[in-house]
């Protein structure tokens, strides 16, 4: 007795587990949804090197402009960063956005090919090697975007891939207001 009830026990909790993940995506729970407890607080500290050559650091001065401004995590090996890419090129050129890029546990040399092989959008680019800034501001993966308003402050966060959707009814909206 005691062994069947050793064999039933990791197939109850396989059961009661598989349980849990089917009402969770039956719910309707996004985990992309999530949010972040950025959103309403000052952006964290930004002090990384410059992507490109002859450009100055990131600090945080480029935060609090006065202007409102997009920060961009990405990474040249991100298949969603290649999708969302295009539509930051979009935005710096047609409506003038300022837009921060921040290539994320990239190699210097292959994130500048890669903007240079897709465009480049970014006012400026800086390179999280070591993923330390991406921590500071609760990344979980690339691409993550973050609206910050001219006094520094995150208004709103895209985890995944920024959409045509998310472009037109939430992006645009915040700069035209922002400003």
């Known amino acids: ?46 002090d990384l090197p410059a992507l490109r050559a002859g450009d100055p650091p990131l600090t945080a001065a480029l935060l609090k402009s006065g202007q409102p401004v997009l920060v961009n995590f990405f990474a040249s090996w991100c298949a969603p960063c290649l999708v969302e890419h295009p539509l930051f090129a979009r935005l710096a050129e047609r409506e003038g956005a300022a837009i921060i890029g921040i290539a994320w546990k990239n190699k210097r040399d292959e994130a500048a090919a890669w903007l240079k092989r897709q465009g480049d959008p970014y006012k400026v680019a800086g ?29 709103l966060h895209f985890r995944g891939p920024v959409s045509v959707r998310d472009l037109n009814e939430r992006i645009l909206p915040f700069l035209k207001e922002a400003k």
Do not use: C, H
């Open 1 to 46: 007795m005691q062994r069947r009830l050793l064999f039933l026990l990791p197939l109850l909790t396989l059961a009661l587990m598989a349980g849990f993940f089917a009402w969770s995506l039956l719910a309707g729970r996004d985990p992309a949804a999530i949010g972040s407890v950025l959103v309403g607080r000052p952006a964290p500290r930004l």
């Open 127 to 155: 390179l999280d090697l070591d993923g330390k800034t991406g921590l500071d501001w609760g990344l979980s993966g690339v691409p993550e975007t973050y609206a910050i308003d001219g006094q520094g402050i995150v208004r």
